[in-house]
């Protein structure tokens, strides 16, 4: 298994955060790591992520997991669970601001031959946040 994290406490309510989140069209005005997302968000659908980290290139998932304004799930990967990517965005609410988290999970027997080629998400997943963060507070 691989994984990436990253969290913050976001000065705004679940709402507006998970409205910031679903309007992927706009992602890449605040995701500087974002070329842009094709498709609607929502329980079940198909999307296609395009990042700069890899140019070019489509990263089909479906919308697996849709709890409004507390959980979402991004699933893609290979056939038969060869290898697997999930990536997950939580929302709790703290009263006054959001404890938000971001994370991604690889597995799969494939993991093992795939995983070196599986860039550094560490930067990434915390400028997310972060772009996340300011636009939602802004």
């Known amino acids: ?80 669970g060869l290898f697997k990517g999930e990536r997950t965005f939580t929302l709790t609410s703290q009263g006054e601001s959001t404890e938000f988290a971001l994370r991604e999970v690889f597995s799969g027997p494939m993991l093992a031959l795939i995983g070196g080629s599986i860039p550094d998400m560490t930067e990434p997943f915390e400028k997310f946040v972060e772009g996340l963060k300011k636009r939602a507070e802004g």
């Open 1 to 80: 298994m691989k994984e990436y994290k990253a969290s913050a406490t976001i000065h705004a309510s679940p709402e507006k955060i998970w409205s910031i989140l679903t309007d992927v069209a706009a992602w890449p005005e605040w995701d500087p790591y974002c070329d842009r997302i094709e498709g609607r968000v929502a329980p079940g659908e198909k999307i296609k992520a395009f990042t700069k980290l890899s140019p070019g290139r489509a990263f089909p998932v479906k919308v697996s997991e849709y709890v409004l304004n507390e959980r979402m799930t991004w699933s893609g990967g290979m056939p038969f």
